[in-house]
């Protein structure tokens, strides 16, 4: 997990998107993956507080 103040230090990475004249063309995945760096940034953000929620809702 992350750190206790993680979620402080670190602001939240939004998710990024295809075009909508790109995703129309096609069945490709519309959210574009974020890189390993942008991932571990994002999970050092937990603050591993045992409520299941967020990590449910995904």
Do not use: W
């Not at 979620?7 to 993956?33: A, C, G, L, M, T």
């Amino acid at each position: 997990m992350g750190q206790t103040t993680g979620f402080i230090e670190f602001n939240r990475i939004k998710n990024r998107y295809r075009s909508i004249e790109e995703r129309i063309k096609d069945y490709r995945e519309v959210e574009i993956p974020l890189p390993e760096e942008e991932l571990k940034r994002e999970g050092a953000r937990c603050m591993d507080c045992g409520i299941p929620f967020c990590h449910s809702l995904g």
